[in-house]
């Protein structure tokens, strides 16, 4: 951990949304990304690509994958697992995107996961944040470590549009390029109880809401950005 500051909450919505903004150094980061690019296998496909460390992300349940054994935590990523829980996390994703990738928006599952985290190296892109009507965007700068909490977690969704561009306050646009992000998630200890029946699989359950009905989203999004992921 190299000489860290706390997190800091962001003073904007949705609340929750912690920040440090330096948690790796810039040359702890082109090191790291010359591992990606060179010593690391990927998936075969254009697009937004995923590594899981760890329990395997189950993309039909969005929990862990109960039949992909356990992936020990490589050197690399080691230095680079929060220190602020109890315990490691259970789930880690490495994710690539490449310019003018996205992710649909959406909020990791209540049920299977409690804390998350989000680790963004190379180019920055805007993540938007969205509940009802209100969008909120935050600009993900290289080497920053973002943790979501309370309403950030769990009743805003969070997602990247797929552009090659981004506008920013300002006026600016500024190119995209390569981006990585390395996402963690710890597995949940008894059950969310936030209520949010729109958004929280657990309250949906208690509500009589089937799976295929709360996937629903999900599958719109599929069939036109790319598949929501961790």
């Known amino acids: 951990m190299e000489g860290r500051s706390p997190f800091t909450e962001l003073p904007i919505e949705p609340r929750g949304l912690l920040w440090h903004e330096d948690f790796i150094t810039p040359e702890h980061e082109q090191q790291l990304i010359s591992i990606f ?64 990738a996205g ?67 300002d006026g600016t646009v500024r190119p995209r390029a390569d981006r990585w992000s390395i996402t963690y998630r710890w597995v949940r200890d008894g059950d969310c109880e936030c209520g949010n029946v729109e958004l929280c699989d657990v309250a949906q359950r208690r509500n009589g809401v089937e799976k295929e009905k709360r996937s629903l989203k999900q599958s719109i999004a599929k069939s036109t950005d790319e598949d929501p992921a961790p």
């Open 37 to 100: 690019q060179h010593e690391l296998e990927w998936p075969d496909r254009p697009g937004r690509l995923s590594l899981h460390y760890g329990y395997s992300f189950d993309y039909k349940t969005f929990g862990i994958d109960p039949d992909i054994p356990y992936k020990e935590f490589p050197a690399w990523l080691q230095p680079l697992i929060p220190t602020t829980e109890a315990r490691p996390p259970e789930q880690v994703c490495l994710q690539y995107y490449p310019p003018g």
């Open 103 to 169: 992710i649909p928006p959406h909020v990791d599952a209540h049920m299977a996961y409690d804390q998350l985290y989000a680790l963004s190296l190379g180019a920055p892109a805007m993540m938007q944040f969205r509940k009802g009507e209100r969008q909120i965007e935050v600009d993900l700068t290289p080497c920053s470590m973002m943790q979501l909490t309370g309403e950030a977690r769990l009743h805003w969704t969070h997602g990247i549009r797929k552009r090659k561009t981004d506008t920013l306050a």
